[in-house]
């Protein structure tokens, strides 16, 4: 519903600077994201120090 909306607006701004400002700003969000997943893929992975989150389990011994 969201990019609806966003699309709407986008087909009937008259002004395409603020559109690329928007252009912009969703860039810088979305690879604020990717980044941060990133970062906490690699601070929780065990090739570089021991993680705080217990990644062992069972197995298959059930």
């Keep these: 519903m969201a990019r ?3 699309f709407f607006v986008y087909l ?12 912009m700003l969703g860039l810088v969000f979305l690879v604020g994201i990717g980044a941060s997943a990133a970062i906490r893929v690699i ?7 021991h993680p705080n989150v217990p990644l062992k389990d069972s197995g298959e011994r059930d």
């Design 4 to 6: 609806q909306v966003i």
């Design 12 to 23: 009937h701004v008259k002004e395409r600077k603020w559109v690329r400002v928007i252009q």
């Design 43 to 49: 601070l929780l992975s065990q090739a570089f120090r």
